[in-house]
């Protein structure tokens, strides 16, 4: 489960949330966890009205739909999940076998179109701001008058100078976020968790389960409001400990990425482990079929929020009880490319 979606708006819930609990100052009531479902006129919470929604259909019949989504993996083993994902009805699992010879072997939940042959995924990609920038570069030394150019070549001098505002940091694109701040506060969430290891007895430990937990060591209740302060600004306290701090320390490579692309061309993160074509969108027989990948926390969350069993007591109640998620791998942390969404698209269809 994600809590930073690479946009300001999430980060200033994090320094908001961190800020209040740092200064000990009053925080706002915690929302209930279905508080984006609930009805405005009945709770006060401007959520969608599920419940009323599906009083409205009461008694009809509905059709299953496949949703495909198309993220950075899920957790296929996830309790509120398992009951909801795609099993490719042609195909047989583990036999190594393309039993429906749609030419992707063993895609059983889907398929994983950042992955390799040899079994390693992609975990994290540069951007794509610095890809265009370096790819350009030297053909664009000296910018053509666009008024004589061809649509074509307009059109890329336009978008390497979008590049180029992004990668020298004259476009922040909403990012104007104190990155040196943002690092004093990883470090501190990551010395509060090593105290609330100890504390608890256990190395992973969900916000529910911190939230349950009381302390009299002042020390280790400065370390729970800390945390459990930003998971409930996030309505997230399902999340563990060890997925949080690692979607934070994933973000914050990120923007070192960022930063690095100024000076240097980015690592071929993508080419080193897929060894496709990526100029033929028509060799689109690569990847894997392992759509968990080790870090599939963006494309669980937004299962989840899609379709978790619902009425089940576990979890969250999806939107929509009768859907199949179908997961086609194809979202790194950072920028995707366009020929894995092009034929990630292509498979689901």
């Not at 104190?178 to 916000?207: C, E």
């Not at 692309?261 to 080193?272: F, M, S, V």
């Not at 690569?286 to 990948?293: F, P, R, S, T």
């Amino acid at each position: 489960m994600r809590i930073f979606f690479y946009a300001s708006f999430s980060i200033l819930i994090l320094l908001t949330s961190v800020g209040a609990t740092a200064q000990g100052t009053k925080t706002k009531p915690d929302l209930p966890e279905n508080w984006h479902q609930l009805d405005k006129a009945e709770t006060g919470y401007y959520g969608i009205s599920l419940d009323k929604a599906y009083q409205s259909v009461k008694g009809k019949k509905s059709k299953t739909v496949l949703v495909a989504v198309i993220d950075s993996g899920v957790d296929t083993t996830h309790e509120d999940l398992k009951g909801v994902l795609w099993h490719n009805p042609g195909e047989i699992p583990g036999n190594n076998i393309d039993d429906d010879k749609n030419g992707y072997v063993d895609d059983v939940y889907g398929w994983n179109f950042i992955g390799g042959k040899d079994g390693r995924n992609v975990k994290e990609d540069s951007y794509e701001a610095a890809r265009v920038y370096y790819k350009l570069k030297d053909k664009y030394t000296t910018i053509p008058d666009t008024t004589t150019a061809s649509p074509q070549e307009k059109a890329e001098v336009i978008i390497f100078l979008k590049a180029k505002d992004k990668v020298e940091g004259k476009d922040k694109d909403g990012d104007g976020m104190d990155i040196v701040f943002l690092k004093k506060i990883n470090a501190t969430l990551h010395k509060s968790d090593s105290i609330l290891k100890i504390a608890l007895a256990k190395q992973i430990f969900t916000g529910n389960e911190l939230n349950a937990f009381t302390s009299t060591d002042a020390d280790v209740n400065k370390a729970k409001a800390a945390f459990l302060g930003i998971l409930k600004a996030n309505n997230t306290l399902e999340q563990s400990n060890k997925e949080f701090l690692d979607e934070f320390d994933e973000y914050l490579a990120g923007t070192d990425r960022k930063d690095e692309a100024k000076n240097k061309p980015p690592r071929e993160y993508r080419k080193e482990i897929v060894q496709d074509d990526e100029s033929d969108i028509n060799d689109k027989f690569y990847g894997n079929n392992d759509v968990m990948a080790g870090t599939p926390f963006h494309g669980t969350h937004c299962s989840g929020i899609i379709a978790a069993s619902r009425n089940n007591g576990v979890g969250i109640n999806g939107i929509a009880d009768n859907v199949k998620i179908m997961m086609v791998r194809a979202v790194p942390d950072g920028d995707e490319h366009d020929k894995d969404i092009a034929n990630a698209i292509r498979y689901a269809v």
